[in-house]
Nanobody, 122 residues
Framework: QVQLVESGGGLVQAGGSLRLSCAAS????????VGWFRQAPGKEREFVVT????????YYADSVKGRFTASRDNAKKAVYLQMNSLKPEDTAVYYC???????????????WGQGTQVTVSS
């Protein structure tokens, strides 16, 4: 069983950067695909990026492509989301979760963390 804890959120001005972390427990973490999702007030949780177990492959939502970068360090059991050129529309609670599938579908992910708030001011 994998448990996930997100951190690194905060308040930043438009154009700024933040680095989110997703810390995992569990011996089989490296075998899982990890996805980042976000949920803004009044909106559904949406896909941001997914990264394979080895970290060699990633897939980004069009809305963040070129601005966000996902990476992972399996020795530290952690996945990171570097967010640059932030926009007010990036404001949301950011969650990480794991899947055994290479997928962008929210319903294919499990073991969601509690989320971390990102607020981008204009």
């Amino acid at each position: 069983q994998v448990q996930l804890v997100e951190s690194g959120g905060g308040l930043v001005q438009a154009g700024g950067s933040l680095r989110l972390s997703c810390a995992a427990s569990g011996r089989t973490f490296s075998s899982y695909v990890v996805g980042w999702f976000r949920q803004a007030p009044g909106k559904e949780r949406e896909f941001v990026v997914t990264i394979t177990g080895s970290g060699s492959n990633t897939y980004y939502a069009d809305s963040v492509k070129g601005r966000f970068t996902a990476s992972r360090d399996n020795a530290k059991k952690a996945v990171y989301l570097q967010m640059n050129s932030l926009k007010p529309e990036d404001t949301a609670v950011y969650y990480c979760a794991v899947s055994s599938l290479w997928t962008t579908r929210r319903e294919d992910y499990n073991n969601w963390g509690q989320g971390t708030q990102v607020t981008v001011s204009s």
